[in-house]
């Protein structure tokens, strides 16, 4: 087992459907638990996308707090239902324990501190609930700071602040995916752990604002922390809508170039992705490695694919 990915939006797609009509097992979906095994997984993040609108607001009525809930209640009974293959991390030796026992592993991780709704209390309510990353943001302002694409001067509120901290005293993973420029630096600078960008590429390659400029990369290396490759065509080439191994390999080089290769790693956001993948799912992770092996020595791939991950979750939870 190998392969450690720090995001996917899966059990966004799962929640809402009755189990045992499709669950984490087997579905249609890029993740389900025999793909990953066939792929040789080690450890999947999943997180809990929380769908609000610009003002913070959930869908269908619901508050984020409850969106939270539900897809985490899936999340909980897709761990029940399918304990003989797959088990919760909430500390790094779990991750060893799962790994002796042949089972691959499953770190809970939150999309956006919206639900958090300004509570520095429900941080720790989030750690008891088994979630051990954060992302600050999705794409819209929340009580922590304000997304990619954001002006200048727009990074961490107080808030947001406060809960970085919390962070780092419970044994959280921050995350800066779709946090503003601003916001990085913020992180960057008032971290006493390492942080990720757990989806992001290069912005020097493909100019959007949800990629890592050359100096955020070399300031995430120096934190000894990682950015996730994110298999996202439009985050690889502008514009585009199919995803190529070769582009995830410019990325990776550029990116072992800036931030040093002991930064990058695997963020794949499968399901929260609509290009057509050449490699079609998580069945075609060891396609990758192989396309990796052609441009880094093999101990860079394994750095790569699972190595610079673990190091993070072995420093911060
Ligand atoms: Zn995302």
Redesign the pocket.
């Known amino acids: 087992m190998r392969f450690v990915d720090l ?1 996917c ?1 899966t059990i966004g797609c799962l929640t809402g459907i009755e189990s045992g009509e499709a669950g984490l097992r087997a579905n249609h979906l890029h993740v389900d638990l025999e793909k990953m095994k066939k792929g040789d997984a080690l450890l999947q993040f999943f ?1 809990l ?1 929380i769908r609000t609108t610009a003002d913070g607001r959930g869908y269908d009525g619901r508050s984020p707090y409850e969106i939270f809930e539900e897809e985490r209640t899936c999340y909980e009974r897709e761990l029940r239902e399918n304990a003989d293959m797959l088990a919760p991390v909430l500390c790094y030796s779990d991750l060893l324990k799962n790994q002796a026992a042949g089972k691959m592993s499953a770190l809970l991780t939150v ?1 956006d501190g919206v639900p958090l709704d300004g509570k520095v209390e429900r941080v720790k309510e989030f750690y008891d609930k088994g979630v051990r990353l954060l ?1 600050f943001t ?1 794409n819209y302002e929340n009580s922590l700071g304000y997304p990619n694409g954001s002006s200048d001067e727009k990074g961490l509120k107080p808030f947001g602040f406060q809960v970085l901290e919390e962070m780092n005293n419970l044994g959280m993973i921050a995350d800066v ?2 946090l503003s420029d601003r916001g990085f630096w913020d992180v960057a600078g008032h971290s006493k752990k390492p942080f990720v960008a ?2 992001s590429n290069a912005r020097a390659l493909c100019d959007v604002p ?1 990629n890592l400029t050359d100096e955020m990369l070399r300031a995430l290396g120096e934190k000894g922390g990682v950015a996730g490759l994110n298999f996202a065509s439009f985050f690889l080439v502008p514009g585009s809508s199919h995803t190529k191994i070769s582009d995830l390999l410019r990325h990776a080089k550029y990116m072992a170039d800036k931030a040093g290769i002991d930064a990058v790693g695997l963020g794949s ?1 499968f399901d ?1 992705i609509r290009s057509t993948l050449e490699f079609k799912d998580y069945t075609g992770m060891p396609m990758i490695a192989e396309a990796l092996h052609t441009v880094f020595t093999a101990a860079e791939v394994d750095k790569i694919t699972h190595e610079n991950a673990l190091r993070v979750l072995q420093a911060c939870i």
């Open positions: 995001h939006d997180a996308y999309e992302t999705w995916s779709h757990s989806h949800r956001d929260g």
